[in-house]
Each structure stands twice: as structure tokens, then as C-alpha cells.
């Protein structure tokens, strides 16, 4: 059995999955059934040899007919098709087809789907077999293989980045970020927020501020996160568009993370007119609506996402939304769907599934050991206070209390600040006959987070 389930704040930054489709596009999307679009990305040409084949794709996603989201997704689908004739009729440059892969991964971050990262991939191989030895897109494929959480490549493609001759500010902000973002994940917290500052003192951007914005909140220096926030969605032209929906839902996750759950839902609100139709603020939605216990609108919202996305996430929030009601048959069904996704996942991009799919059987895991095998890859991979959060929580579900309390004692040791790690702590020392220090930690917990251990 798994300890008992919380509410979590999840950082949901993007939803990857990833498929590869061989069929050549013959226009924009269409209308689908249901009064929605069918919007399948722009595929890349299947003459290419060299281009790697992944059986089957995943469902096209759909979007509301009418939103700024499937607007955008459209003028992404024209610049990717423009990108990749150029690319074609040229036949030797690299640049349209990195071209084209950004694109790609700009449409990744909006649907969510692993389609658009998988020929992002595709985009990027073709560039660097036309690019001359040593040269290419090395910067996008630095971000792509950290969007995967491929961190081992993206140490890899950040040496070659440092071995580049000519680098601006901007240029090394980006580079230097990129790196503390990886010793980030890796738990190498010192280590991130000097890069973080460096990159912060070489190009005060967007993505800089940013950054320490995040590390600032997730070391619970709350008050200096808003205040990078307030700068940098201050610099933005307009409160419209993708970035502006980004910098409002962080703002609304971390109050998540403190309780704050009408602040919270007062931003999300902010980011879903900033970028309507947008899935991944409305999961959030939905989300918080299920901690305010209005259920019936956060299933309606929930089903409707899933219609969309068909992402095993929001059918896990179903089904234990239909579990807290009584309905295990309902919530078997979407548990049984998900978990068929997960597996889909893990078997061709393990890294980028790991998180996603522990969540998953940390809740509705029937075999403890499997969840302990898949929580020491993800902690194998990015060994962070989140991760040791998560496997401390498998050992404690596998009866291993000695290993759980060893691994939460290393992310309480580090800097990072979270309702969730002293609730798992307060757990492991409960299961270990320790009611004083469970105690300690339960307290700890709600000084940061009042609702964490509902």
C-alpha cells in the first residue's frame, strides 16, 4: 500500500509526450467532430532516409474552435510549413530546419503532445547532417533534450556550447542558465543559484528573472519571487499571449504550494485571459477547484481537458475525485486508460515519463516495487528534493521506512523549502514510532502550507 495521498501543487511546465507521424500534411487543420479543432502538427516529409521512425502516433489533440490558443497554434502550423519548403528546396542549409525545429518545440510547450517534440527531434538530426563538424543547432538541442529531462545530453551539448568562440550576454546568460537549471534538477543547489545570479547579471530578461524567481520560491524567499515576478511581467508589452499565461500560472502554483488557494485561482483566472483555451492553465483550474470541494464543475472541466489531450494526468485527478466519492468503478476505468498511457510512455521516452507516471502509481500503484524501481530512476536522473521526496514515499509505501527516512533526511538537509518533504518526513517518522519528530515536521509543514495535510 502507498502512504496516504495529499494535494500537491504540481509544476506542470509542459506536458511531454512524444510520437512520431510519417504522413505528409495536406493543409491546416480542419473541423472535427464536436465542434472542435483536430489540430495535428505539420509532419515532416517521409522521403528523408534518415528520418527515425516511432510506430504509432498519438491522437491528434483538439482545441476550442474559437481561442487565441488554437489561433496560435494555426500561425505556429504556417511558419512550420514555411520553414520546412525552405528547407526542402534548399537541400544543404541546417538553419531552416532548426528553424523549424523551434517551432516545433514552441508548439510542444501549447498542445502538450509528444508529436511536436518527436519531430522537433527529427528536425534537429536533419539540421546536424547538414550543418559542417562541429557547428549546428546546438543551443536548441540543449533545450529540447532538457525539455525531455535528458540531462546527461544536455551536459554534453552544453560543453560544446562553452567551446563557442563568439558569445554575447545574451548568449551566455542563456548558456549559463541552462546549466544551473540542470544542477537545479540534480539537486546542486548552490551551484544553481550562482548560475542563476550570473545569468541574471549578464541579460536581465524574462527568462533570467524568471529563474531565480524560481529558485527564490522553491528556497521559500517568497516575498523576492513576487518581486521578479512583478518585474518581469512589468516588461512585458501586453498581459496577452503565451509568456504572459506562464508568468501568471507560476505566480498561482506558488501560492498553491502555501494554501493560497483563491490567490491562486485569482492568477490562474489572470493567465486563461492572457492565453484562452490554454489546457494546461485550465487543468490548474480544475485542480483548484477540487481543493474547494466544487467537484462537479472541476470533473465537467477535468473530462473536458481530457477529451482534448487525452493526457493520463487529468484522468488520474478523475479518478481520484470519482474515489473520494465512492465510485471505484469509474475511477478503475480512467486509472486502467492512464496507467496504459504511462506504460506507452515509459517504454519510449523513459526520462521524460518518469515524474508523470510515478505520481501515478505513488497513488494507484499496486505493486510496490515497481514504484520503488521507477522512483530510483527518477532519483537516478535528477536527484533533487522533489525526487527524494517522491522515493522516500515508495520506500515508506514498500515498507522500507529505514530507506525512507535516509533519503528525506537529505532533502530536509538541503535548501529547499516544501510543505510536501515535511509531510513525507512527518510520515516516515510516524511509521518508524518517532511521534515527537513527526510531530516537529507535521508542524513545519503547515507553517509553510496551513492545508497541506488535508
Not at 171 to 200: N, T
Request: with cysteine; glycine share 6%; net charge negative.
Amino acid at each position: 500500500m502507498s502512504p496516504p495521498t495529499r494535494a500537491r501543487g504540481r509544476l506542470t511546465l509542459a506536458r511531454v509526450g512524444l510520437t512520431l507521424t510519417l504522413t505528409c500534411l495536406n493543409g491546416l487543420p480542419a473541423l472535427a467532430a464536436g465542434g472542435a479543432l483536430r489540430v495535428s502538427p505539420p509532419a515532416l516529409p517521409e522521403h528523408d532516409p534518415k528520418l527515425p521512425f516511432v510506430p504509432a502516433p498519438d491522437p491528434p489533440v483538439q482545441f476550442p474552435q474559437d481561442g487565441e490558443l488554437t489561433d496560435a497554434l494555426q500561425e505556429l502550423d504556417v511558419a512550420i510549413l514555411s520553414a520546412l519548403q525552405h528547407a526542402s528546396e534548399s537541400g544543404r542549409g541546417w538553419q531552416q530546419l532548426a528553424s523549424a525545429a523551434s517551432l516545433y518545440m514552441r508548439r510542444a510547450r501549447l498542445s502538450g503532445s509528444y508529436d511536436d517534440y518527436a519531430n522537433a527531434e527529427a528536425a534537429l538530426e536533419r539540421a546536424f547532417l547538414r550543418a559542417p563538424e562541429h557547428g549546428g543547432p546546438i543551443e536548441l538541442r540543449a533545450q529540447l533534450n532538457f525539455s525531455l529531462h535528458r540531462l546527461p545530453r544536455v551536459d554534453e551539448d552544453l560543453a560544446q556550447m562553452e567551446r563557442r568562440i563568439l558569445q554575447d550576454n545574451e548568449y551566455k546568460a542563456r548558456r549559463v542558465g541552462l546549466a544551473a537549471d540542470v544542477a537545479f534538477q540534480r539537486g546542486r543547489y548552490a551551484a544553481a543559484r550562482e548560475g542563476f545570479a550570473e545569468a541574471l547579471a549578464l541579460d536581465r530578461d524574462i527568462s533570467s528573472r524568471s529563474r531565480m524567481a524560481v529558485y527564490l520560491w522553491k528556497t521559500g524567499s517568497f516575498d523576492q519571487a513576487e518581486q521578479l515576478y512583478d518585474e518581469a511581467t512589468a516588461s512585458q508589452r501586453e498581459d496577452v499571449g503565451t509568456t504572459a499565461a506562464w508568468l501568471h500560472l507560476q505566480r498561482g502554483l506558488m501560492d498553491l504550494e502555501r494554501g493560497r488557494y483563491e490567490d491562486a485561482l485569482g492568477h490562474y483566472r489572470l493567465a486563461e485571459r492572457a492565453l484562452p483555451g490554454y489546457w494546461l492553465v485550465e487543468e490548474h483550474i480544475a485542480e483548484i477547484l477540487t481543493l474547494l470541494g466544487q467537484t462537479d464543475d472541476a470533473l465537467a472541466l477535468y473530462h473536458d481537458i481530457i477529451a482534448r489531450t487525452n493526457n493520463a494526468e487529468f484522468m488520474d485527478a478523475v479518478a481520484g475525485i470519482l474515489r473520494e466519492r465512492g465510485d471505484e468503478l469509474g475511477a478503475r476505468a480512467m486509472i486502467d486508460r492512464a496507467r496504459a498511457i504511462y506504460e506507452k510512455q515509459l517504454a519510449r521516452y523513459p526520462e521524460a515519463a518518469y515524474g508523470h507516471a510515478l505520481d501515478h502509481f505513488l497513488e494507484f500503484g499496486e505493486d510496490p516495487q515497481r514504484t520503488v524501481e521507477l522512483a530510483e530512476a527518477n532519483h537516478a536522473l535528477r536527484p533533487g528534493a522533489p525526487a527524494k521526496d517522491a522515493l522516500a514515499q515508495a520506500y515508506l509505501g514498500a515498507g522500507r521506512a529505514a530507506d525512507a527516512r535516509r533519503i528525506i533526511e537529505e532533502a530536509l538537509a538541503s535548501p529547499y523549502v516544501s510543505a510536501d518533504v515535511h509531510m513525507t518526513a512527518s510520515e516516515v517518522y510516524a511509521a518508524l514510532g518517532d511521534a515527537a519528530r513527526a510531530a516537529q515536521q507535521r508542524a513545519r509543514a503547515l507553517a509553510i502550507n496551513p492545508r497541506a495535510a488535508d
